[in-house]
């Protein structure tokens, strides 16, 4: 079915930190909604015969929107072809990936987590790492240094390893999945983000940096299938927000359009 360009996505992504937190086998963070998103449930449980999985890779590139992965359909093929399932999100507003990011890892609202704006704060509040941690689950972050994600959740019972660059993550999330050590890795790259600001959405160089968002994909599920018993992981592609093209330009993201709200997320069973 073909969305239309002007239509809002509908499921709100605060859905998304406790669906997690239920297939991780972890309580949902303090502030999550009660609703999950079911589909997920589903795909677990269909695919492992159990209702949550022995580990997880989070993957976050950063801005890239349903949209651009619509659009460029072919170069996305390697992500959503691995990907038995697809969900549709609305997510918070502003979007900025401090917000988004806030949202995601606790299932709280902007109103709640407090983050209106690009700043990013320590942000205290349960998040999914902390339900982690306490469950005793080996959990590293694997991230650019300095950016939303590692900056918000900070100081929490897990392992930091950050990175300058975005190929830095990539390298070590792939060793660390190849170790076999970890329940959960978080990881996050933003090329895409940072050239399509410098330049447009669908640049020459934006849409180089999305390649390569999606090879660091097809390096983790490899990593994954190599590594990990069959049908026991779970790897989300899982992105913050969409962005768009600004009069004067320049890619921009942070207003109530669906270009910057709409965000689709790929999952799959490994
Ligand atoms: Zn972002």
């Not at 949902?28 to 997920?40: C, D, G, H, K, T």
């Not at 990013?120 to 991230?143: C, E, I, N």
């Not at 983000?193 to 390649?211: E, G, L, Y």
């Not at 990990?228 to 962005?243: K, M, R």
């Amino acid at each position: 079915m073909q969305t239309k360009k002007t239509e809002f996505f509908t499921t709100p992504l605060t859905r998304f930190a406790p669906t997690i937190a239920d297939i991780t086998g972890v309580t949902a963070p303090a502030m999550s909604p009660a609703e999950r998103v079911e589909e997920i449930k589903d795909l677990v449980l269909e695919k492992t015969g159990r209702p949550f999985v022995e580990r997880t890779v989070i993957y976050n590139p950063d801005a890239l929107g349903a949209w651009f992965i619509d659009k460029y359909a072919d170069m996305f093929r390697p992500v959503t072809s691995r990907c038995p399932l697809r969900v549709d999100y609305l997510t918070m507003f502003p979007p900025k990936t401090p917000v988004c990011f806030g949202t995601m890892f606790t299932g709280a609202t902007p109103d709640q987590h407090g983050i209106h704006a690009y700043v990013k704060p320590h942000l205290k509040m349960d998040s999914l790492f902390d339900r982690w941690a306490d469950a005793g689950k080996k959990t590293a972050m694997v991230s650019v240094a300095g950016q939303s994600i590692p900056l918000l959740f900070q100081g929490r019972d897990i392992d930091y390893f950050l990175y300058k660059t975005d190929g830095a993550v990539i390298d070590k999330t792939v060793e660390l999945i190849k170790s076999g050590e970890y329940d959960v890795i978080e990881a996050y790259v933003m090329e895409y983000d940072t050239v399509m600001h410098m330049t447009h959405p669908q640049s020459i160089f934006a849409k180089n940096a999305a390649r390569r968002h999606v090879r660091g994909f097809e390096r983790i599920y490899e990593a994954m299938k190599e590594s990990y018993p069959p049908q026991s992981s779970f790897l989300a592609f899982a992105p913050d927000h969409g962005v768009h093209r600004e009069k004067y330009l320049l890619g921009n993201h942070g207003k109530n359009i669906p270009e910057d709200m709409n965000l689709s997320h790929f999952y799959t069973v490994i």
